[in-house]
């Protein structure tokens, strides 16, 4: 079973950085996909960002040209680098790992939150 921890969390000022990193453990071989979710309070659960295995990714519209995902293939480490953060950004962050051989497995960390003032 795969285990995931987030780490990097927390307060910032508007128009700051925070580095989000995800370690995934369990697994002795590189995962396919590779993403982070966030939920803000009374909001869904919305993907942020993804990253395959060779390299591809994909954004939410509301991040893309601030935020990027990138991942250590040889350490299953993702990250999640936080520019120019607005007050809409503020959620908790869940890193998420999606594995399809030889069993399907959708794991999710325990969160970590994001928090920008304004």
């Known amino acids: 079973q795969v285990q995931l921890v987030e780490s990097g969390g927390g307060l910032v000022q508007a128009g700051g950085s925070l580095r989000l990193s995800c370690a995934a453990s369990?697994?002795?071989?590189?995962?396919?996909?590779l993403g982070w979710y966030r939920q803000a309070p009374g909001k869904q659960r919305e993907l942020v960002a993804q990253i395959y295995s060779g390299g591809t990714t994909t954004y939410a519209g509301a991040v893309e040209g601030r935020f990027t995902i990138s991942r250590d293939n040889a350490k299953n480490l993702v990250f999640l680098q936080m520019d120019r953060l607005q007050p809409e950004d503020k959620a908790v962050y869940y890193c998420n790992a999606v594995i399809r051989s030889p069993m399907y497995q959708n794991a999710w960390g325990q969160g970590t939150q994001v928090t920008v003032s304004s």
């Open positions: 369990g697994t002795a071989f590189s995962i396919p996909t």
